[in-house]
């Protein structure tokens, strides 16, 4: 592999519109528009030339919207399974695993798909910026931006619930460019985007993005391309558990890319998307035909999120509504959205253990236990070629192989914040980070 990094060519598209525009930097929104759409990029190479394994995530960089080739990246690697499928009684199931399994080739050390956004979206950013990234999660997403930032000396704020600090380990120190904010305990994944709004409003500030930044969404889409490159055919159907939906829109706008490469078939995976009861708002509206989100009480939204296994999927704000987000997704697709209960989770996590050899997240437990009862429930038929997304995986083998070091909050803020308050203390800490 060569030193050299091209950036890659592309431009930048609205959903609503189809207009077309340059990337200025650091474009979330299409330029002059009312109406709240996502942008995805156009990218000038029609058809996607995978690069060998030394380029990580980078493997992929056609289809990626950047500017540079960061250290450390792993790119997420697609398997048939054996176990699993047999046990379910399908002849044709793939699976897509970003997390730690050696044997399988896979180097996701943060154990998350959430790294192959970090990678993208830190991989879009020019050293021109200088500007300190604000990111919020419920936890995998801090972990993975953390680590990227840490390795690659970028400026990072993350802001995450208090409770959900217990996500944030790591094999090593991490650098002092990166900082931690909390929301205190009792509040939830919302509580910290507020938190992250605020500080990204500042100056010397600049937020992530979200599901509007292009890089996050391309990013999470290479688990498509692995699945799609290596099996050399689109699936029929796509199972994942999700939180905003943003990794489901991520595989749909991969799926549309890969219809133009041309290679690879001409049908749309169904989008077969989960969510851990009772925490269930993407499930309550798609069922009710609704594009809008329907109204959910605050204080029980966060009972709800208290009582799931995978705190990950619990958004209460997804890009659902928005033009080219999941409701699009899921209605282009002839998608579902379907549930699993903690416990039904925990059995499939159980399971995939047992048949495939390594220990799997919540989420993508949650996503395995849905697939589990459609191929029980006859909802797919044994032949079909079937994708299952395991988001994040080997993180119980990898922390008792290393030892493990933990992130402390700097600061930790009320859920109703005093907006003067955070600004003040926030600038405080990195004026001392940078002095």
């Known amino acids: 592999m060569s030193n050299?990094?091209?950036?890659?060519?592309?431009?930048l598209q609205s959903v609503n519109t189809l207009k077309v525009f340059r990337d200025k930097g650091w474009m979330l929104d299409a330029p002059g528009e009312k109406e709240p759409t996502l942008i995805r990029a156009i990218y000038e190479k029609k058809q996607l030339e995978v690069k060998d394994n030394s380029w990580g995530l980078y493997r992929f960089a056609d289809w990626l919207p950047v500017s540079r080739k960061l250290k450390g990246s792993s790119a997420p690697v697609t398997f048939k399974s054996k176990g699993l499928a047999e046990k379910l009684g399908l002849?044709?199931?793939?699976?897509?695993?970003?997390?730690?399994?050696?044997?399988?080739?896979?180097?996701?050390?943060?154990?998350?798909?959430?790294e192959t956004e970090a990678y993208s979206v830190c991989g879009r950013m020019t050293p021109e910026m200088d500007k300190i990234l604000v990111v919020a999660s419920a936890g995998n997403t801090s972990r993975s931006f953390a680590k990227v930032c840490s390795e690659n000396k970028i400026p990072l704020l993350i802001c995450v619930p208090e409770d959900n600090i217990n996500a944030l380990w790591f094999s090593e120190p991490l650098d002092d460019c990166v900082k931690l904010i909390c929301s205190r305990a009792?509040?939830?994944y919302f509580d910290a985007i507020h938190l992250s709004n605020i500080?990204?409003?500042?100056?010397?500030?600049?937020?992530?993005?979200?599901?509007?930044?292009v890089a996050r969404r391309d990013g999470m889409a290479t688990t498509v391309l692995s699945a799609v490159t290596t099996i050399g055919k689109i699936p029929e159907y796509y199972f994942q558990?999700?939180?905003?939906?943003?990794?489901?829109?991520?595989?749909?706008?991969?799926?549309?890319r890969l219809l133009e490469d041309g290679r690879f078939g001409t049908?749309?995976?169904?989008?077969?998307?989960?969510?851990?009861?009772?925490?269930?708002?993407?499930?309550?509206?798609?069922?009710?035909g609704s594009r809008s989100m329907l109204p959910l009480d605050e204080n029980l939204a966060r009972r709800?999120?208290?009582?799931?296994?995978?705190?990950?999927?619990?958004?209460?704000?997804?890009?659902?509504?928005?033009?080219?987000?999941?409701?699009?997704?899921?209605?282009?697709?002839?998608?579902?959205?379907?549930?699993?209960?903690?416990?039904?989770?925990r059995a499939a996590a159980r399971l995939f253990?047992?048949?495939?050899?390594?220990?799997?997240?919540?989420?993508?437990?949650?996503?395995?236990?849905?697939?589990?009862?459609?191929?029980?429930?006859?909802?797919?038929?044994?032949?079909?070629?079937?994708?299952?997304?395991?988001?994040?995986?080997g993180e119980k083998r990898f922390k008792a192989e290393k030892e493990l070091f933990f992130l402390k909050p700097d600061l930790v803020f009320d859920i109703d914040p005093n907006i003067e308050d955070v600004k003040k203390k926030v600038n405080m800490v990195f004026n001392m980070a940078f002095s």
């Open 353 to 393: 253990e047992e048949t495939e050899g390594i220990d799997i997240h919540p989420a993508a437990a949650v996503a395995t236990a849905t697939l589990i009862q459609a191929a029980e429930d006859g909802n797919i038929n044994k032949n079909s070629l079937v994708m299952l997304n395991i988001t994040g995986g």
């Open 267 to 288: 049908n749309k995976m169904k989008l077969m998307v989960s969510q851990n009861s009772p925490f269930t708002p993407l499930h309550d509206a798609w069922k009710a």
């Open 4 to 11: 050299e990094f091209t950036k890659t060519n592309y431009q």
């Open 91 to 114: 002849n044709d199931l793939w699976i897509t695993f970003s997390g730690y399994w050696p044997e399988k080739g896979a180097g996701i050390t943060s154990c998350s798909f959430k």
């Open 186 to 188: 009792g509040s939830d």
């Open 199 to 213: 500080v990204a409003g500042m100056d010397g500030f600049i937020p992530e993005g979200g599901a509007k930044n």
């Open 241 to 256: 558990a999700v939180g905003s939906g943003t990794g489901a829109i991520a595989a749909w706008e991969a799926n549309l």
């Open 304 to 345: 709800q999120v208290e009582e799931i296994d995978a705190k990950v999927l619990s958004n209460r704000k997804p890009p659902y509504p928005i033009a080219g987000g999941l409701y699009d997704a899921l209605s282009d697709s002839g998608g579902d959205v379907l549930l699993a209960t903690n416990a039904q989770a």
